[in-house]
């Protein structure tokens, strides 16, 4: 399946988008678990794929590897080894969120490994709908979301994190951290944060539509609100503080590779100064 334009109408998806960040959820308790823990929590991530997303590999207790794959143009997921596909699954036979998370856990099991699973990730128990046209769309604007944020990613100095797809929220994002660090008392202890922005693809909820956002942090409101942004883009400070740009301001739009590199650099280039010393 093809599309003409870099990020197509992804329309009435709600259901699928639903069961596939249920199922991503699922999928994301093996790293939790199973996965070299990263302080950052990056070891539960999914990174995006020609044809879906993948975990990272993680070890088996043979010695060889295994990883989970979401497959997004034969909608299965499929759990690999070494020696090629393990055990596969059909996401459109409208497996509840439990009913998919117990047989990847038990595709797991078969391989030698248990754990303390975060059940509460995946645990729901209605029925799931699944529209493999709407699933395709999605993967295009994944993809192409992926590809303008490696493009970006390469103007930047200084320390950036991988491309990941977060389950717990269902977003594409990365960071660019700054040399600022922000110094909290947290129990008792000292922690230090480095400064950074983000720039991200989320793909919508029940209560909000699709949309690019990029978050300086920390976010100095009457500094950082004062400097215009591109057309479409917008300053937030309501339910939480960064820029957003519709997913729908570049949805059909010939020109929305340039009109998403021009967003992201703006909200750099306004921010970044703040974030160094």
Request: hydrophobic share 40%.
């Amino acid at each position: 399946m093809t599309y003409e334009v870099l990020f197509p109408l992804l329309g009435d998806w709600e259901a699928t988008r639903q069961t596939l960040h249920l199922y991503c959820r699922a999928i994301g308790v093996v790293p939790r678990a199973h996965a070299e823990f990263h302080p950052k929590w990056w070891h539960i991530s999914l990174k995006v794929q020609p044809d879906g997303l993948q975990t990272g590999q993680m070890a088996r207790p043979d010695g060889g590897t295994f990883w989970l794959t979401m497959n997004l143009r034969q909608h299965t997921i499929v759990l690999y080894t070494d020696e090629g596909p393990f055990k596969q699954f059909d996401m459109t036979q409208g497996l509840t969120g439990t009913q998919i998370g117990d047989a990847l856990l038990a595709a797991v099991a078969e391989l030698g490994l248990s754990g303390n699973y975060a059940r509460d990730k995946f645990e729901n128990d209605e029925p799931r709908e699944y529209d493999p046209e709407a699933a395709g769309r999605f993967l295009t604007a994944l993809s192409n979301a992926q590809r303008v944020f490696e493009a970006h990613r390469a103007t930047l100095s200084g320390e950036t994190s991988p491309i990941q797809l977060w389950p717990h929220n269902f977003d594409l994002a990365f960071e660019w951290f700054g040399t600022r660090v922000e110094r909290y008392e947290e129990h008792g202890k000292v922690r230090e944060y480095p400064s950074q922005i983000n720039l991200g693809f989320y793909p919508g909820d029940p209560a909000s539509a699709p949309y690019f956002y990029s978050n300086p942090w920390p976010f100095e409101a009457e500094e950082l609100t004062a400097n215009p942004l591109p057309d479409g883009a917008r300053w937030i400070t309501e339910d939480w503080q960064g820029t957003m740009l519709p997913y729908d301001e570049l949805a059909g739009d010939a020109d929305a590779e340039q009109r998403l590199k021009e967003y992201a650099r703006a909200v750099y280039d306004i921010a970044s100064p703040m974030l160094l010393v």
